[in-house]
């Protein structure tokens, strides 16, 4: 199985303190990694390490998109690594709360395209926006939000607003998804059907995921792959039975 991120060795200071003190990372195409550890362990900056916010002062991150050769994606900004197809989403959903549910996936494209105007001029616009909101609604099915297309945001449930910024990340052509605590303040049924249509998205559509979560006695089930952290280290990897027998990780969960 081929990688399509690879952390290698990276170090993020905030002044003395190393947030991430050498941390070694990797994603397998096609999987769902889960990032897992106590707060302040690290996992937030290492997603801001990744997705270009923070600058490591040491290591390197690749990115290898769809069968391409991995390439250094270290310091790039925001907007480019988001460009080459890795999306994240954040703990508090980023979406707009008054437009209604399809209109926020039709906001991402235009934002993407981000020439409305030249377009406008051209006589295929009404095509392309035909096709925008036909890529939207099979979107808004793989995240079974589709009898909700009319729907202002701010109506919707906690793990539909979760939903929602999935399926934005979607729209953006996402290769790799983070998602950052994708079932925070998610009631407990809404958390599985969270993480049910994740792995769903995942295995019909073969896009890859980066889970940061907390509620690991839910998120276990539908990952292939875990990583703990604990004082910006990598201190367990390995199958979720693994990682969840490993007593390393339970000293920091329950104090050993
Ligand atoms: P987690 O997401 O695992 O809860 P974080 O990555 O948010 O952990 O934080 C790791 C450590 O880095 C914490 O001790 C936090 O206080 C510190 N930290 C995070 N961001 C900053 C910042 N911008 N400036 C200073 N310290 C920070």
Redesign the pocket.
């Known amino acids: 199985m081929a990688s399509i991120l690879t952390v290698q060795g990276v170090v993020k200071q ?2 003395a ?1 190393r ?1 991430l003190d050498g941390v070694d990372v990797v994603v397998e195409r096609g999987k769902v990694t889960l990032i897992i ?10 997603v ?1 390490v990744i997705t270009g916010v923070y600058k490591p002062e040491a290591g390197k991150i690749y990115y290898a998109k769809k069968e391409e050769k991995p390439i250094d994606i270290t310091g790039w900004p925001p907007h480019k690594i988001f460009e080459a197809g890795i999306v994240r989403t954040f703990q508090i959903p980023q979406i707009f709360q008054k437009l209604t549910v399809l209109e926020n996936l039709l906001a991402v494209a235009r934002g993407q395209r981000g020439e409305g105007v030249i377009s406008a001029l051209f006589k295929n616009w009404v095509r392309e926006e035909e096709q925008l909101a036909k890529k939207a609604f099979q979107i808004l099915k793989a995240v079974r939000l589709v009898d909700k297309w009319d729907m202002p945001a701010y109506l919707l449930s906690a793990g539909e607003m979760k939903l929602l910024e999935l399926a934005r990340a979607l729209m953006a052509g996402a290769d790799l998804i983070i998602l950052d605590e994708p079932i925070a303040g998610v009631p407990i049924d809404q958390a599985h059907e969270v993480f049910k249509i994740v792995r769903n998205i995942n295995q019909q559509h073969g896009i890859t995921f980066m889970v ?1 979560e907390h509620r690991i006695d839910i998120a276990f089930k539908y990952v292939d792959y875990v990583y703990a ?1 604990a004082s ?1 280290r990598v201190i367990a990897k390995g199958l979720p039975d693994e990682v969840a027998n490993d007593p390393k990780v339970k000293e920091v969960y329950i104090g050993g």
């Open positions: 905030f002044g303190f947030a550890g106590p707060n302040g362990s690290g996992k937030t900056t290492l801001n940061i952290m910006g």
